[in-house]
């Protein structure tokens, strides 16, 4: 079976599920797009990535430059890094600091922010209420 024909597939059950509401879909990581143009590495659509997760851009900029040991910066929607990563290298990392700083562990959902207790940054959850200690990144 391919992607489509599996999407397909998903929408199909999803129809026929009572419409509860749509706050229960899953949430769908972006997936960011990679280029290598000579010694450097593009993410054409970082920007939406960021705003997707409803992240400042400049602060998972920082996360994703820290993480691969490199030099980024921001300019047209764009990133651009130091050196050459993969698409893998690059989702993979995208992937962990969602992991960290976005999704709800209680709910699994992405609608969260983060807080101030102290000198402890919290991530709440606006769907279910939970609250959990995060690292600074
Ligand atoms: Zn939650």
């Given at each position: 079976m391919d992607e489509n024909e599996y999407k397909k597939m998903l929408d199909d059950a999803r129809e026929q599920?009572?419409?509860?509401?749509?706050?229960?879909e899953r949430f769908e990581m972006p997936i960011l797009k990679v280029i290598i143009i000579g010694n450097k590495t593009e993410i054409v659509n970082f920007s939406s990535a960021a705003k997707h997760i409803r992240r400042n851009e400049k602060i998972l900029l920082k996360y994703m430059s820290k993480e691969l040991a490199t030099f980024g910066e921001l300019g047209g929607g764009k990133a651009t890094f130091v050196g050459k990563f993969g698409t893998i290298v690059i989702n993979d990392k995208f992937k962990k600091y969602v992991n960290s700083?976005?999704?709800?562990?209680?709910?699994?959902?992405?609608?969260t922010h983060m807080e101030k207790s102290g000198r402890q940054e919290i991530l709440k959850?606006?769907?279910?209420?939970a609250r959990r200690p995060i690292d600074k990144c």
């Open positions: 599920l009572p419409d509860t509401s749509s706050n229960d700083f976005v999704l709800c562990k209680e709910c699994g959902k992405p609608d959850c606006e769907a279910c209420g």
